[in-house]
T-cell receptor, first 117, second 114 residues
Framework: DAMVIQNPRYQVTQFGKPVTLSCSQT?????MYWYQQKSSQAPKLLFH???????NEADTPDNFQSRRPNTSFCFLDIRSPGLGDAAMYLC????????????????FGSGTQLSVL | GNSVTQMEGPVTLSEEAFLTINCTYT??????LFWYVQYPGEGLQLLLK?????DKGSNKGFEATYRKETTSFHLEKGSVQVSDSAVYFC?????????????FGPGTSLSVIP
């Protein structure tokens, strides 16, 4: 029944070694988001896709990239992870209606906990 | 800009105690307001929402009323259970700005002890 699935649940990488986190959804939602959540902090939006259109937050480091090859899948690529990138990464989806208003909920995956050694 | 402020935690309560978690916001336009809950080791899930002033959202015994005059959306529950132990996030989206912005507060950790 899982609707937003993130793999892996835990990911360990080495300092500077590229890593990819994946997210898939069975909801057919048109918007997919990536959030970074550090311990005891609010989730921070990194970027999102509205269909195929990529929208980056102004303060998201260039080290973070994303791909959405189709409606169901979205990937987060960290090109050169630093110690400060250790965090929980949350994928979320939503359906945004024509006109762009979001007043419905986000559906979150369980997250991927990234450790950088 | 838009922002959300929550009372600091952690909050520790005994089972069956009354819960209030304060949330205030700053926003342009007429935001929709949400409470999300995050159980240990899981992602966030929507607890309740309100989309216009004076609306009351409710779910699983939790309630929150959208108060435009005080720009608040306080979360309440009359009798908490151990299973309510989690982190609670107040959030908003503004219908007058870009649809994509879901602004989360810093979260309030709740521990309920038997």
């Amino acid at each position: 029944d899982a609707m937003v699935i993130q793999n892996p649940r835990y990911q360990v990488t080495q300092f500077g070694k590229p890593v990819t986190l994946s997210c898939s959804q069975t909801l057919n939602h048109n918007v997919m988001y990536w959030y970074q959540q550090k311990s005891s902090q609010a989730p921070k939006l990194l970027f999102h896709y509205y269909d195929k259109d990529f929208n980056n937050e102004a303060d998201t480091p260039d080290n973070f990239q994303s791909r959405r090859p189709n409606t169901s899948f979205c990937f987060l690529d960290i090109r050169s992870p630093g110690l400060g990138d250790a965090a929980m990464y949350l994928c979320a989806t939503s359906r945004v209606s024509f006109g762009g208003h979001l007043n419905e909920k986000l559906f979150f995956g369980s997250g991927t906990q990234l450790s950088v050694l | 800009g838009n922002s959300v402020t929550q009372m600091e935690g952690p909050v520790t309560l005994s089972e069956e105690a009354f819960l209030t978690i304060n949330c205030t916001y700053t926003a342009t336009g007429y935001p929709s307001l949400f409470w999300y809950v995050q159980y240990p080791g899981e992602g966030l899930q929507l607890l309740l929402k309100a989309t216009k002033a004076d609306d009351k959202g409710s779910n699983k015994g939790f309630e929150a009323t959208y108060r435009k005059e005080t720009t608040s959306f306080h979360l309440e529950k009359g009798s908490v259970q151990v299973s309510d132990s989690a982190v609670y996030f107040c959030a908003l989206t503004s219908t007058k700005t870009s649809y994509d912005k879901v602004i989360f507060g810093p979260g309030t950790s709740l521990s309920v002890i038997p």
